[in-house]
């Protein structure tokens, strides 16, 4: 059984996840109305994401007899001031999200939950690939610029990203 202070915890951590969600998603309109079909792909593959790590929480809360709680959403923003500030968005994004993830790991170690551990161990990794996938666009984008024909390859590259990837 979860204890109330980790359920708590973990239904927090759900909302960040479908709070992520929103965000990606709403990126995702940016794209498309600003002509980047691929990275509006690209966006929408990470709103997916993010909805499948909101449920692995609910499912473990639930798998330990625990409540899933949904919380409010709040309105993400809808502009950014390039492809290159948005994708700079998503890594301080998804390094604030890696640190909520240690925060809770460090709770379980203090409560010796050891199967919460084991899920958070996974999150851990998924982190280190967000942040690092996150970190190489903006590192392209720096390279060629915001505009011309760069930026055209580059947002096709981004539109052939795979579920789940
Ligand atoms: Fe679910 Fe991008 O962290």
Known sequence: MLSKKMQDALNQQINAEVSSAYLYLSMSAYCAAGNRP???????VQWQEELSHAMKLFDYINDRGGRAVLKAVAQPP????????????????????????????EAAVKET????????????TEQVEEEK???EIIEQLKLIGDQGAAV??????LGMRGAGK
Do not use: C, N
């Not at 691929?38 to 929408?44: D, E, K, L, V, Y």
């Not at 939950?113 to 851990?124: C, K």
């Not at 055209?152 to 590259?157: C, E, P, W």
């Open 152 to 157: 055209i390859m580059l947002d096709r590259h």
């Open 78 to 105: 809808t502009d950014f001031k390039s492809l290159l500030d948005m994708f700079q968005q998503v890594l301080g994004h998804e390094r604030e999200v890696s640190a909520m993830i240690h925060r809770l790991y």
């Open 38 to 44: 691929g990275s509006a792909h690209w966006m929408r």
């Open 133 to 135: 996938s996150a970190a």
């Open 113 to 124: 939950d050891y199967p919460t551990q084991i899920v958070l161990q996974w999150f851990i």
